[in-house]
């Protein structure tokens, strides 16, 4: 059954990562906390677009966020991260 559920993680990690929005908001949260604005000015995304994918992000537990103030600041959640390519790694 473990098996299974790693599977199941492989391939949720797949959608994550199979969009190119998504794996920009990630290497910018690299090494960092950026809030929403800069990240939807950064990458040039559309401010809904920004909001969708981090949704999804958060919702897969691969950002976490914090709020300081008026603004919201994301991260990553390397642990969770570092879970899941163990797990892809594993599959080889």
């Not at 995304?45 to 969708?52: C, I, R």
């Amino acid at each position: 059954m473990e098996k299974n559920n790693d599977l199941k993680d492989i391939f949720l990690l797949g959608q994550i990562i199979g969009d190119k929005n998504r794996l920009k908001i990630i290497s910018l949260l690299k090494g960092q906390e950026v809030n929403a604005t800069q990240i939807h000015k950064t990458l040039r995304l559309p401010q809904n677009s920004t909001s969708h994918h981090l949704q999804i992000l958060l919702k897969n537990e691969v950002i976490k966020v914090k709020r300081l103030g008026r603004f919201y600041y994301y991260s990553l959640n390397t642990p969770e991260i570092k879970r899941l390519a163990s797990k892809l790694k594993n599959l080889f």
